[in-house]
């Protein structure tokens, strides 16, 4: 069998344990840190497709990329493991579990909202949720603002008070934002040249 | 036909703009399915971020689903679903064309502190604005002892939460138990 050949059944070999691992990564986690650290020791330790430095780069590009972080991980993960096949398996995998489980929910959802102890069963979930979202803004904040100094606030402030008062879309408030940090970074590395 | 591809634009929008983690893309869903497209409330929104915690899988394919269900069925929710790949996929497989280049950039860094700080905002932003529709929910009298009870039952879940560490999953199912009780027996 020549090389190339050889190459083709292994990596077609890999399409089912992609897709069970992602299904199973998916199933189990639903918080985009959960997803990548579980992924990491699947691929990393217990698989051993990816070494621990190779990891650390696909995450790079998973988190600099928008979107759902477990899929983008999934896509990354079967792209470089078994090309365009595999990154199709992954993410089936991942998005297979969350699409069937939500069709299920809501169709159900439409019927037993309306009864009494469901309702407020959901309204103390949603209470839940405050907390949690207050949770939530205070590991980004302090992820986002320590050693910085006022630049992250001020972007904090001003993005704030745009979602609050203008009703325009956040569409323009991302594209004003990551400008804004394209030419701060732009000034300093000039400053830094000369 | 154009319901659905409204769908797939809507959340292609959506994911486009998805920086900062699963929570960032809870505004951006409310923005779009609420504000901009009118195809739900804000308590069937509020309920949806609730059940997004209790069910696997990433919380924007989560929320997108619910959406494009509620909205068209089952090929709404394959739909909305779609929508949010596409963009990602092409972002994921440029960075891993430019890989070494854009891994070291201070502009791509730059550009990330930027976005991340305004998921800070939109997430506080949607935080106001849930917990006063969890305080006050439509169309119940406000009341002073369900009033107490609900920011205790907030304080409660945050405490669990942010000080022991407690995953999301139990908290909200607790919070849903603790809030039945409550109104069976006492309030």
């Known amino acids: ?194 | 036909m154009g319901l659905l591809i409204r769908i797939v634009l809507a959340f292609m929008k959506v994911s486009a703009i998805a920086f900062g983690g699963a929570y960032a893309t809870i505004p951006l869903v409310e923005e779009e399915a609420v504000v901009v497209q009118g195809w739900m409330t804000y308590g069937e929104f509020a309920d949806l971020i609730a059940i997004d915690e209790i069910t696997p899988g990433p919380i924007l394919i989560n929320s997108a689903t619910f959406v494009g269900m509620r909205v068209a069925g089952i090929p709404g929710a394959i739909a909305a679903t779609v929508g949010c790949i596409i963009i990602p996929c092409i972002f994921v497989m440029i960075l891993l064309v430019l890989y070494r280049r854009f891994h070291d950039s201070a502009l791509m860094e730059g550009a990330m502190v930027s976005l991340k700080c305004m998921a800070v905002a939109l997430i506080a932003s949607t935080f106001i604005k849930l917990g006063l529709n969890a305080l006050l929910p439509e169309g119940v009298a406000p009341d002073l002892a369900t009033g107490i009870f609900s920011v205790a039952v907030i304080c409660g879940a945050f405490y669990l939460i942010n000080q022991k560490k407690i995953s999301p999953l139990p908290v909200m199912l607790g919070c849903g138990a603790v809030n039945l009780l409550a109104h069976l027996l006492f309030l």
């Open chain 1, 1 to 194: 069998m020549s090389r190339d050949g050889k190459d083709r059944s292994s990596r077609l070999g890999k399409l089912l344990p992609l897709f069970l691992a992602t299904f199973t990564i998916s199933m189990t986690a639903n918080s985009g840190y959960a997803i990548l650290a579980v992924m990491k020791d699947d691929f990393v330790n217990k698989r051993e497709w990816f070494t621990e430095d190779e990891m650390a780069d696909l995450i790079a590009i998973v988190q600099s990329a928008p979107g759902a972080m477990a899929v983008n991980a999934s896509m990354v993960v079967g792209y470089q493991s078994a090309g365009f096949l595999g990154s199709l398996a992954a993410v089936v995998g991942c998005i297979l579990p969350p699409l069937v489980v939500m069709i299920i929910v809501t169709a159900f959802y439409q019927v037993i909202v309306s009864n009494e102890f469901v309702y407020l069963f959901m309204r103390g979930m949603q209470l839940g949720v405050v907390g949690m979202l207050l949770d939530v803004i205070i590991g980004l904040f302090v992820n986002v603002t320590k050693g910085r100094g006022a630049y992250p606030l001020i972007i904090m402030i001003l993005a704030f008070l745009y979602v609050r008062l203008s009703g325009w879309s956040i569409l323009y408030l991302a594209i004003a934002c990551a400008l804004a940090g394209v030419i701060k970074a732009s000034l300093i590395a000039k400053r830094e040249e000369s």
